[in-house]
């Protein structure tokens, strides 16, 4: 078995997660089951069926032929159309949901209520209430929630990370973000062609946890969304100028038609600016380091899991740190990164970002959103 990525040391403990922490650590296998068997499911399964402590015992799809077929494909013996169902039935340890958005409160707050801890794919939630409703319904039932925030667990951006505690390039004052690609991503997710709102839903909560994690919290954002390919009904592309509270700028860019030669995805590129240097995530995951009239390159390739191929291996990658990571969550030995609590501000920010988009104006994130303010309510992701 590989040796597990590290927690991340300077991940801010949440506030309430202790208590959510189960403790029970050693060498415990931990009984799962997973919902919904859909495009994106497949990494996920793969990678539970390659953990020593972990057993799939069931999936779950409401469209019982993708159910049926997903189970055949990957050997789990149970299989369900019902959710509440299968929670009543296996009493699973936790939960993997990889629904679309409109279905997590729902399936969240069943695993709560079953005492059940959970794994919930991004967007996290509709809503702001809909997201601190699920944490709040989590924290008091006392199991943990991970969000699948896999962009953080990439191997490029948790080496970034290291190195900016670390001091390499000494006080971070500017960050570009930029996912921008021409890949057809349609072929494999053939709904998005139909989604509106689109990508800000979509990718802005990678983009802003990435953002996040990197830089810390922002206090105002300000989007502006463009409709560039006119198959697709939502938005394919979006900027954003985002204000840290340390005092670090970033701007979060975001293209699914952008002609680059060659395609950069799936990956993220990166400058980070500091006092003392930059860093540079280049195609073909190169961290180059500007310092003192000097360029130092190093790789950040990730490696292919077997199940997996060259052209995802960073998402790939990501996935099993990911669930690797929730292990360490289900033993008590670190806080889900990001958990529901750390992602109401992510989920925050992506909903301020359309209320930007339609104001025109920048956004104080001071209470946004929060119960009883006025919302922005995309419908799905
Ligand atoms: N982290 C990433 O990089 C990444 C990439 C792609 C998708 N996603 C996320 O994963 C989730 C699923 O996306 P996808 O592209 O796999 O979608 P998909 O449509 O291919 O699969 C979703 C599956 O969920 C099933 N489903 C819907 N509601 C259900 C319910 N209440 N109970 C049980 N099954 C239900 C559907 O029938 C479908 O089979 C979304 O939240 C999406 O944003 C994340």
New binding site residues.
């Given amino acids: 078995m590989k040796a597990k990525e590290p927690c991340p040391a300077n991940h801010t403990r949440d506030r309430g997660d202790e208590r959510l922490m189960r403790g029970e650590g050693g060498n415990r296998t931990y009984r799962g089951a997973l919902?919904?068997?859909?495009?994106?499911?497949r990494n996920q399964m793969a990678a539970w069926l390659e953990m020593d402590r972990v057993s799939i015992e069931a999936v779950?799809?409401?469209?019982p032929e993708?159910a049926r077929r997903f189970a055949s494909e990957f050997g789990i013996g149970r299989v369900f159309t019902d959710?509440g169902e299968m929670l009543a039935s296996v009493r699973p340890d936790f939960v993997d949901i990889?629904?679309?958005?409109s279905?997590h409160h729902d399936?969240v707050e069943m695993a709560a209520r079953a005492g059940v801890a959970a794994i919930c794919?991004?967007?996290f939630a509709q809503t702001v209430d809909q997201a601190i409703r699920m944490v709040e319904l989590c924290e008091q039932a006392g199991v943990p929630l991970l969000v699948?925030e896999?962009f953080r667990w990439q191997r490029p951006f948790l080496h970034i990370r290291k190195m900016l505690k670390d001091r390499a390039i000494g006080d971070m004052f500017f960050m570009r973000l930029s996912f921008r690609h021409n890949f057809d991503v349609y072929q494999t997710?053939p709904?998005l062609r139909d989604r509106k709102p689109l990508f800000l839903f979509?990718m802005g909560p990678h983009l802003f946890d990435l953002a996040r994690y990197l830089a810390g919290d922002i206090e105002n954002v300000f989007a502006r969304i463009q409709y560039v390919d006119p198959a697709v009904k939502g938005e394919t592309a979006f900027t954003i100028s985002a204000a840290h509270a340390g005092g670090a700028q970033s701007l979060l860019e975001c293209s699914f038609a952008s002609h680059i030669v060659p395609d950069p995805f799936p990956q993220t590129l990166a400058w980070i600016e500091g006092s003392e240097g930059t860093i540079e995530l280049a195609p073909g995951y190169r961290i180059r380091t500007h310092k003192d009239g000097n360029i130092e390159e190093e790789s950040a390739n990730p490696a292919a899991p077997g199940w997996g191929n060259s052209k995802w291996a960073g998402?790939q990658e990501s996935v099993q740190n990911i669930q690797r990571h929730w292990i360490d969550v289900l033993d008590g030995s670190c806080d889900a990164q990001p958990s529901g609590r750390f992602t109401i501000d992510t989920q925050r920010l992506c909903l301020a970002s359309y209320e930007s988009v339609e104001s025109g104006m920048s956004i104080n994130m001071k209470n946004w959103g929060m119960p009883n303010a006025h919302v922005a309510r995309p419908q799905d992701?």
Avoid: E, R
């Fill in positions: 919902i919904g068997c859909g495009f994106f499911a779950c799809d409401i469209d993708n959710a990889v629904t679309p958005t279905s399936l794919q991004k967007p699948h896999n997710q709904h979509n998402v992701s």
